[in-house]
């Protein structure tokens, strides 16, 4: 059965730092784009970050650029999300996904994603 599990959420200072992880089971995460995205009470889903297969192409929301690293190591099936300076306006659910294209060198977070985790809540405030 394919999985996706984040974890990492939790409540955290303005300022502060999380790193959010997305655990693959069921499936070798070395073909899939992944993507992180999040969504705040009463807003719409947005995308936060992907990365490519290689973990050579990473793009970034402009509201997290500089802030925010996307990383992954593929001998641990596992994505990550480094989330740095953090705001109330970065609280949401995140959400991990993956989609299977083993032969991409970029990543979008515009692409349809096949697979999705039941996201961890992020919630920051004094």
């Known amino acids: 059965q394919l999985q996706l599990v984040e974890s990492g959420g939790g409540l955290v200072q303005p300022g502060g730092s999380l790193r959010l992880s997305c655990a693959a089971s069921?499936?070798?995460?070395?073909?899939?784009?992944i993507g992180w995205f999040r969504q705040a009470p009463g807003k719409e889903r947005e995308g936060v970050s992907c990365?490519?297969?290689?973990?050579?192409?990473?793009k970034y929301a402009d509201s997290v650029k500089g802030r925010f690293t996307i990383s992954r190591d593929n001998a641990k099936n596992t994505v990550y999300l480094q989330m740095e300076s953090l705001k109330p306006e970065d609280t949401a659910v995140y959400y991990c996904?993956?989609?299977?294209?083993?032969?991409?060198?970029?990543?979008?977070?515009?692409?349809?994603?096949?697979?999705w985790g039941q996201g961890t809540q992020v919630t920051v405030s004094s």
């Open positions: 990365i490519s297969p290689s973990g050579y192409d990473k």
């Open positions: 996904a993956a989609d299977r294209d083993p032969y991409t060198a970029i990543c979008s977070m515009l692409r349809g994603y096949d697979h």
């Open positions: 069921g499936f070798n995460l070395n073909h899939y784009v």
